[in-house]
């Protein structure tokens, strides 16, 4: 199933606290789960005061499901540029979209930098038919042109060069009566993450199969993120389910015709110019203002002259009740998982460094055209969330001052992140440490089920961070069950173990106090996260 989008989720929450259900999903049909015409005329109301766009009631009623409901939606956001051609006439090499160029610059300051792998691990128990699954894997990198993409820069220009589909060598290790396959499994995995890529030599994948025992196998497959995005991983592996199935079966594979990147990449920089690129940045000008300075939490450590992306990981788990009373207050406040999560945070950022104004980078999945769902290529860029707290709002407030900015987000991020840095950043503050926000959000939802044929059990683990470190602080959120799993990525240059440790079990306290009373006022909450160690105090680093 398609994994949901942001205007997916807004629906889904609007749809839940309207008609008092709890699964929504992809497929759900609004008149199914109770919706009327007078229901209708509610939602109508409720997604023109959320999102700010006019769809009727007869539109709401007429949508087939939520994926209908939502295409109809993002129609009214804005006038619709030109469709992305599903195969365009080439003229010469594609050149990369905005977000490769980023990767690619960023991999010239250092050739072996593994900043930008993207590691995956599908586990796999039962009787495993492995020429079948090197049969699907061959197949999938056959379908989509990202996967067979190497980046020559004759004269310093990259572009993208596609390889003939020629197939994929599925390396293969035996750990079948090791002493501790699981414990060899797991460096195995490691050492696949941390091998570089040679961007201009090949496609940026490798996969390796490991047999921990008989009937059970682990799946490493290692990307550049230049190639995919956390999305695209979702539709790789569904699809290699699906063609796993079709070569157990002796049989051809019922997928449509696959969007490919390379178009995007033309399609992207056709429609992004002019009027459309002038209107973007003046957004985003009004709600960073010239020249926006990052915040800069307190440090263990003075920041080096630049950056040397050296990280560790600081992880913990949130209680399922707590998330449940988070979920029930975000339902009535008609805010997303994300959107609650996220103004905690905000809440903790404040109190720490002791600023009333937080502006915190998030993630967007960039697949606001329905013909972006199903393609597996980097589409992700990262928007700056920018959270007024003055006054000294309650939570419930808070939370509704991120949605506002989410939203607003969302509705505005197709600018590029490097075009916004060079509109609104001097020269001078481009490179080295990041200049509009150095703390990164991510909320993560878990992977979707898969269903390989004849196996027992087919589970994707994203790898998510891998102890680098792009900004000082990534939270990674990630739904695990019913509960909540937090990743705190830190920089070590920065940070000393303890003060990670120390913010992730003041978040939760954070969230808990929250969600025993939403109108606590900021000033209280905040002190829970002033009681965070530092060795200094300061808002806002120098210009």
């Not at 200049?435 to 959000?441: A, D």
């Amino acid at each position: 199933m398609t994994p949901m989008g942001f205007v997916e989720e807004e629906l889904a929450e609007l749809w839940r606290g309207l008609l008092g259900v709890t699964g929504v999903t992809m497929d759900a049909r609004f008149t199914d789960l109770g919706g009327d015409v007078r229901a209708a005329e509610r939602l109508a109301s409720l997604v023109r005061e959320a999102l700010g766009v006019e769809v009727s009631a007869r539109e709401m009623l007429e949508a087939g499901d939520l994926g209908e409901m939502a295409r109809r939606v993002r129609a009214a956001m804005e006038p619709p540029p030109a469709p992305v051609a599903a195969a365009r006439t080439r003229e010469g090499p594609p050149p990369l979209s905005f977000a490769q160029q980023r990767m690619w610059f960023m991999q010239q300051i250092d050739p072996g930098t593994t900043l930008y792998n993207v590691p995956a691990i599908l586990h796999l128990r039962g009787a495993l038919d492995r020429a079948a699954l090197e049969r699907a894997l061959d197949r999938l990198v056959g379908r989509h042109e990202s996967l067979r993409t190497s980046f020559p820069a004759p004269g310093g220009r990259p572009h993208q060069r596609v390889a003939p589909a020629s197939g994929l060598r599925l390396e293969w290790t035996d750990l079948t009566g090791h002493a501790e396959p699981e414990g060899e499994a797991a460096r195995v995995a490691a050492e696949e993450a941390a091998l570089p890529f040679d961007l201009a030599a090949a496609p940026p994948l490798r996969a390796r199969l490991v047999r921990l025992a008989p009937g059970e196998h682990r799946l490493l497959v290692t990307f550049h993120h230049i190639v995919v995005d956390g999305w695209s991983l979702d539709v790789a592996f569904r699809e290699l389910a699906a063609l796993y199935g079709a070569e157990v079966a002796g049989a051809e594979p019922r997928l449509p015709a696959a969007p490919q990147y390379p178009d995007y990449a033309v399609w992207q920089r056709e429609w992004l110019r002019d009027d459309v690129l002038a209107g973007l940045v003046d957004h985003w000008r009004g709600v960073l203002g010239e020249d926006p300075v990052a915040l800069e939490v307190p440090t263990d450590r003075p920041r080096p002259a630049a950056p040397r992306y050296r990280g560790a990981l600081a992880t913990r788990a949130i209680d399922p009740a707590l998330v449940r009373r988070l979920r029930g207050f975000g339902a009535r406040e008609r805010a997303t998982p994300a959107m609650t999560t996220l103004a905690g945070f905000a809440v903790l950022l404040a109190g720490w460094a002791g600023v009333t104004d937080v502006t915190v980078g998030s993630p967007v999945a960039g697949r606001t055209r329905p013909e972006l769902q199903d393609m597996v290529g980097c589409l992700i860029n990262m928007v700056p969330v920018r959270v007024g707290l003055a006054g000294d709002p309650g939570f419930r407030d808070v939370t509704a001052r991120v949605r506002a900015a989410v939203v607003d987000a969302s509705a505005h991020q197709d600018l590029p992140f490097d075009k916004l840095v060079e509109a609104l950043v001097p020269p001078g503050r481009r490179r080295g440490f990041a200049p509009v926000f150095r703390v990164m959000f991510s909320y993560l939802k878990e992977p979707p089920p898969l269903a390989f044929a004849g196996l027992e059990r087919a589970v994707l683990d994203r790898q998510g961070p891998q102890g680098t470190a792009k900004y000082d602080l990534s939270l990674y959120a990630e739904e695990s069950g019913e509960g909540l799993a937090l990743t705190l990525e830190y920089d070590t240059d920065l940070f000393e173990p303890r003060t990670p440790a120390a913010l992730l079990a003041a978040y939760e306290a954070t969230l808990a106090g929250a969600a025993a009373d939403p109108d606590t006022p900021l000033s209280r909450l905040a002190a829970i996260g002033s009681g965070v160690p530092r060795t200094e105090r300061s808002a806002y680093v120098d210009r």
